[in-house]
């Protein structure tokens, strides 16, 4: 059995620290391109996402990659907006609780995943105005080379 306690605090702790000051289209773009070189670096296919206020600022699907790949960020997207947590941290939490989360009728598995990949964009004092999303791997890979990115784009 996971220690989904330890987990869920390793997380809140990765959404605590991993917070802008400022973010812009510039910092999409290294971002984003930060999550395509590790991600290449690892031999690993995925579709990467940065959208901020509704607006797509990067998005790139590496060679081999499936379309639907797009649809996994948008589900997982919309789960960060609902919950303002990441995508990773609902699923667990759901996990932890019992709770079966495509069973929630009101959160329509079509339009929602509680699955890693998805990090909120925050801005200190301000809140969540965005989200970095990799989809194309295991969720905690997923969500792994998000935090990675983000560490490397925050120093």
């Not at 200190?124 to 990799?134: R, S």
């Amino acid at each position: 059995m996971e220690n989904y306690a330890e987990l869920l605090d390793t997380l809140t702790q990765q959404e605590q620290d991993l917070q802008f000051t400022a973010f812009s289209s510039d910092t999409a773009l290294a971002l984003g391109l930060k999550i395509v070189e590790l991600a290449k670096a690892r031999d690993k296919v995925i579709t990467v996402n940065i959208t901020i206020n509704g607006k797509v600022l990067f998005h790139h699907a590496m060679q081999g990659a499936s379309a639907d790949q797009a649809e996994w960020i948008r589900r997982k997207n919309n789960v960060v907006a609902r919950f303002g947590r990441c995508s990773f941290y609902v699923g667990i939490d759901h996990k932890q609780r019992g709770v079966v989360f495509e069973d929630i009728q009101y959160l329509p598995p079509v339009d929602y995943a509680a699955n890693g990949g998805a990090f909120p964009i925050t801005i200190k004092d301000t809140g969540i105005i965005g989200t970095a999303t990799v989809s194309g791997l295991r969720q905690a890979e997923d969500h792994a080379l998000v935090i990675e990115a983000l560490r490397a784009v925050l120093i």
